[in-house]
C-alpha cells in the first residue's frame, strides 16, 4: 500500500504565483493529522503481510514540504501530487514497489 499524502491548506498555483514569492513562503508543515493516519495505514497493512511505502519522506524533510523539489512543483492541487512531480519519481518509486 502506498501511504497518504499530506493536504495542504492552500492552493500551490496561487501560492507560488504570487509575485516575488519565494520557496519558503510556500512551504508547509507535514499536518498531524497527515501523520496519524500514516500511522494507521503502515500498522494495519503491516497486519496484513502487505508491504507499506511511506511517501512523507519523499515529500517532506523534518515535518517541512516544499512545492518545489529541485526544479519540478509538487503539488497539482491542495490533495493532489502534479503529473510532473509524479513523472519524475515514477521510476524510483517502481523500484521500490518492486
Known amino acids: 500500500m502506498i501511504g497518504e499524502t499530506p493536504l495542504m491548506k492552500k492552493d500551490p498555483v496561487t501560492c507560488l504565483d504570487r509575485p516575488r514569492a519565494k520557496m519558503g ?7 498531524t493529522d497527515t501523520r496519524g493516519a500514516v500511522t494507521i495505514e503502515r500498522a494495519v ?34 490533495g ?3 503529473a510532473s512531480y509524479t513523472l519524475r519519481t515514477a521510476a524510483a518509486l517502481e523500484k ?3
Do not use: Q
Open 25 to 31: 513562503d510556500c512551504m508547509f508543515r507535514t499536518p
Open 80 to 82: 493532489h501530487l502534479s
Open 96 to 98: 521500490r514497489i518492486e
Open 45 to 78: 497493512t503491516r497486519s496484513t503481510g502487505a508491504e507499506f511505502l511511506n511517501l512523507l519522506p519523499w515529500l517532506c524533510h523534518d515535518e517541512k514540504c516544499p512545492l518545489v523539489i529541485h526544479d519540478t512543483i509538487v503539488y497539482f492541487d491542495p
